[in-house]
């Protein structure tokens, strides 16, 4: 999600039923944390791999958005010593104080948690931080901050926007060491369909166990250690008494006692997931190889075009092996210069290519697809086929029945699928702020029949009744000229747009407008 990139262009270019949580007394005096030692929890047991776990990696797939929320749940409710949480939007919704207060019962048992937030979206979330930093095994770090806390946030944005438009966009979350999360999902609503009535991210994350998530482990300490991480002490002023806290702690608690009432907590009980660690038998899909790769936290204070910090090398790497087949996944693609030319290269081995991205309607970023549509041209004359998500769904996928309450659905998985070999998935974007703005992390996963799963699942759902497939076509009879147009299939009949279909007219102008401007690097 970007909606506070928009903001930020904006004013750059236009001036943009469980226990009760126990009390405790609030303290400021901690100690800082390293990397914990690690030694094996009982709880890994109920996870079945088909190898050995100090030898290989294995994955469980998070494509159903209750299973990847359940998930979360699940290895905070077990987790025994500590608890890893870095991401990028931490919201305050429904599914985040769910997250919040388990975090709480884990901190209770003892249990060391530290969260690492992106401090862009924490605006208004000064004082619910102080609260929950305040439990003696909570510690909290805000990534890049903004000094400026309430008033004059923005304009500081816009004075330093050359370091704080640069920001912490990865999304991993790290369980005693032996399991980690990672892949699109920030925490939020939009993230695992709490509320169906408004957007609903279609997004992607992996469950990680065996020999790679002690590298997951060691990136968030590398960037829990760095100097751009502050404790939130040394940036928000905000004070409490205990009072207060008690009085926060109850809140959080009947927060938690209404989410069991809620639809989403009903679909927890009733997801595969769920039922899997009930019976304590949760199947894996083992890898021959995993590695992780990801940028440096200095990223964000480095020169863009330094690529000793970036990961962008892995993606290349992984596209250089392409023999069979590449499908690229991304909710704001804009391919570089380089992307294009290695797009090009596959194609020249005539090597199929296709590449799935939001509509105009479906994108919650209309700015990015100012700076994409400038490329379906080039992409559809290089022989790749393009798909763009409906921002409704014409027919309901079988084995996706909840998905019949959608009411709007955009497109947030970030996936490189390479022949049936090599699986690429993590936070990135394929565009230019992933590329040299932000730091990112992905996972390489290889030799895995997660992969031929991933395909399996993306295959009957890959048509125009759920996509818009692009096409170059005549709209006149003889004529050589051919138009851009949107192939789709409405109540059983084939369907052509010669415009982005369904999007509307403010999204209309806000693209023409935002294709005006030059923040094609910003995107």
């Known amino acids: 999600m970007r909606t506070p990139y928009l903001k930020m262009i904006l004013f750059l270019f236009l001036f943009t039923g469980c226990q009760n949580i126990q009390q405790h007394t609030p303290t400021q005096s901690k100690t800082e944390t390293t990397l914990l030692p690690v030694k094996k929890p009982s709880w890994t047991q109920n996870f079945k791999s088909p190898v050995s776990l100090k030898s290989h990696s294995s994955f469980y797939s998070l494509e159903n958005p209750v299973d990847a929320f359940a998930a979360r749940l699940y290895l905070i409710d077990q987790a025994t010593t500590s608890i890893d949480v870095q991401y990028y939007i931490y919201k305050n919704d429904l599914t985040a104080n769910e997250f919040t207060y388990r975090l709480l019962q884990a901190a209770n048992r003892g249990v060391k948690v530290r969260m690492l937030i992106d401090d862009l979206t924490t605006t208004g979330k000064d004082k619910d931080i102080v609260m929950l930093a305040n439990h003696p095994n909570i510690e909290i770090k805000l990534f890049n901050p903004n000094r400026f806390r309430?008033?004059?946030?923005?304009?500081?944005?816009?004075?330093?926007?050359?370091?704080?438009?640069?920001?912490?966009?990865?999304?991993?979350?790290?369980?005693?060491?032996?399991?980690?999360?990672?892949?699109?999902?920030?925490?939020?609503?939009?993230?695992?369909?709490?509320?169906?009535?408004?957007?609903?991210?279609?997004?992607?994350d992996i469950l990680a166990l065996g020999k790679v998530v002690p590298e997951v482990y060691k990136e968030f300490d590398i960037y829990w250690n760095s100097p751009l991480s502050v404790d939130y002490r040394k940036v928000i002023n905000e004070t409490i008494n205990h009072s207060d806290y008690e009085k926060s702690m109850v809140h959080i608690d009947a927060l938690h006692q209404a989410f069991l009432k809620t639809p989403l907590a009903h679909h927890i009980q009733k997801c595969t997931f769920h039922k899997e660690a009930k019976r304590g038998d949760i199947p894996l899909y083992a890898s021959r190889e995993a590695s992780l790769y990801f940028d440096l936290p200095r990223k964000v204070v480095s020169d863009p075009n330094d690529s000793r910090t970036h990961l962008s090398s892995s993606i290349k790497g992984a596209l250089d092996g392409v023999n069979h087949e590449l499908i690229l996944i991304s909710p704001y693609f804009i391919p570089s210069p380089q992307m294009m030319q290695n797009l090009k290269k596959i194609r020249a081995r005539n090597i199929p290519i296709t590449v799935i991205t939001n509509s105009m309607a479906s994108t919650d970023v209309p700015m990015v697809y100012s700076g994409y549509q400038n490329y379906i041209r080039p992409l559809l004359e290089m022989g790749i086929t393009l798909y763009e998500l409906k921002p409704y769904l014409d027919q309901i996928p079988k084995n996706?029945?909840?998905?019949?309450?959608?009411?709007?659905?955009?497109?947030?998985?970030?996936?490189?699928?390479?022949?049936?070999?090599?699986?690429?998935?993590?936070?990135?974007?394929?565009?230019?702020?992933?590329?040299?703005?932000?730091?990112?992390?992905?996972?390489?996963?290889?030799?895995?029949?997660?992969?031929?799963?991933?395909?399996?699942?993306?295959?009957?759902?890959?048509?125009?009744?759920?996509?818009?497939?692009?096409?170059?076509?005549?709209?006149?009879?003889?004529?050589?000229?051919?138009?851009?147009?949107?192939?789709?299939?409405?109540?059983?009949?084939?369907?052509?747009?010669?415009?982005?279909?369904?999007?509307?007219?403010?999204?209309?102008?806000?693209?023409?407008?935002?294709?005006?401007?030059?923040?094609?690097?910003?995107?």
């Open 150 to 204: 309430a008033l004059f946030r923005a304009a500081a944005l816009l004075l330093d926007i050359g370091r704080l438009g640069k920001r912490m966009h990865n999304k991993t979350f790290t369980v005693d060491g032996y399991a980690a999360i990672l892949g699109g999902r920030n925490i939020g609503d939009e993230y695992f369909a709490a509320n169906m009535n408004e957007v609903v991210f279609l997004d992607y």
């Open 400 to 523: 996706r029945k909840e998905a019949k309450k959608f009411e709007h659905i955009s497109l947030h998985t970030k996936m490189i699928i390479v022949d049936d070999k090599q699986l690429l998935v993590g936070s990135a974007n394929m565009d230019p702020r992933s590329d040299k703005l932000n730091t990112e992390v992905l996972m390489l996963i290889k030799g895995s029949a997660l992969i031929s799963h991933l395909k399996h699942e993306l295959k009957p759902v890959l048509t125009t009744d759920y996509f818009y497939r692009l096409r170059l076509l005549a709209t006149k009879k003889g004529s050589a000229k051919k138009h851009i147009v949107w192939e789709s299939r409405e109540k059983g009949k084939k369907k052509y747009y010669i415009k982005a279909p369904k999007a509307g007219v403010g999204k209309r102008i806000g693209v023409g407008l935002f294709s005006l401007l030059p923040i094609e690097g910003y995107l």
